[in-house]
């Protein structure tokens, strides 16, 4: 048995004098049941994960497979695939799996990684995608969530790139895919200026390295629950309404001024719209976050001009 007890006065006219009357109310204790975390009572669905992982790795195994098909036996069309889809599954992996092992860190709830096959296409697959209960993290779990998987991707993104065009070579062409300035940069080191009337014809690895950077650099954007967002919203809280909303904006103008040539972005700028640009609060948007974490952030939130090429791919 617990009593509560509270003093409580009300004014009179004019508020010129109180009386005073006690309040006591008998409440009884009731037992409080123990049990584990939020984390850990929700259960994760283990079972379309799974079958999404494996529908991704044949999907990117046949879009590497492709490019070999028709001058290819078979032999040879497998291992062109596995070294395309290996590093590429390797990149989507570890980038989910900094999110959720950072999710799990502070104890919120994520699930696991939902892996999104495309069966057409050259790449193979839209990346990949996790649930989480952003509001029940502070600030702070919330700028740790969203950066860890950028950073963790971007390491074997920087790996494949560099050993791939290390067996990539310039010949004569013209560009089929527009390459991020990160990319250009990385070609240029290892193979010198590229001659006129010529372009690099990128190792299977090279170019699940330029998926890599295509990836990490769209989920960068700073617009509403996007890595991106969530790293924003960490630096900036309210703030970063109105930067994601005017990003938004003229992304649909761009867009809409010239369809042609980014009518590939609709589909995108179409969701996030649906989805709205605002980030919602945290459990508490007032933790600090420190030095090292705000450069941290505004640096990774600058990699996006040298990772993102606007024409990802160039029609003929």
Not at 167 to 189: E, H, I, T
């Amino acid at each position: 048995m617990s009593t509560y007890s509270e003093d409580r006065t009300f004014p009179l006219d004019g508020d010129a004098e109180r009386i005073p009357e006690a309040v006591v109310i008998d409440v009884e204790a009731q037992p409080v049941a123990e049990g584990p975390p939020m984390a850990q009572i929700v259960r994760r669905r283990a079972r379309l994960p799974a079958l999404l992982f494996v529908a991704t790795c044949l999907t990117t195994l046949w879009a590497g497979a492709s490019w070999e098909w028709w001058w290819s036996e078979w032999t040879g069309a497998f291992w062109h695939a596995l070294k395309y889809a290996v590093p590429v599954m390797t990149i989507l992996l570890c980038h989910e799996m900094g999110h959720f092992l950072q999710a799990r860190r502070y104890g919120v709830f994520a699930s696991y990684p939902y892996f999104l096959p495309v069966p057409f296409g050259p790449l193979g697959t839209f990346g990949a995608v996790i649930g989480m209960e952003a509001r029940r993290g502070d600030r702070k779990a919330l700028f740790d969530i969203g950066i860890s998987g950028p950073l963790a991707g971007l390491v074997p993104t920087l790996i494949f790139c560099y050993i791939g065009l290390q067996w990539s070579r310039y010949v004569p062409g013209r560009d089929m895919y527009g390459d991020p300035l990160l990319f250009k940069w990385l070609a240029m080191s290892i193979h010198g200026p590229i001659p006129p009337g010529e372009v690099i014809k990128v190792h299977p690895m090279a170019f699940a390295g330029w998926v890599g950077l295509l990836i990490t650099s769209l989920n960068l954007m700073p617009i509403g629950q996007l890595d991106g967002g969530h790293i924003l919203y960490g630096l900036l809280r309210q703030k970063a309404h109105l930067v994601a909303q005017t990003l938004l904006l003229a992304a649909i103008m761009i867009v809409v001024w010239n369809y042609e040539q980014f009518f590939g972005w609709t589909l995108m700028l179409f969701l996030l719209a649906m989805m709205g640009p605002n980030h919602p609060p945290t459990a508490n948007d007032y933790v600090e976050l420190g030095p090292v974490r705000t450069l941290l952030g505004w640096l990774t939130l600058a990699f996006i001009p040298i990772g993102f090429t606007p024409q990802p791919f160039i029609p003929p």
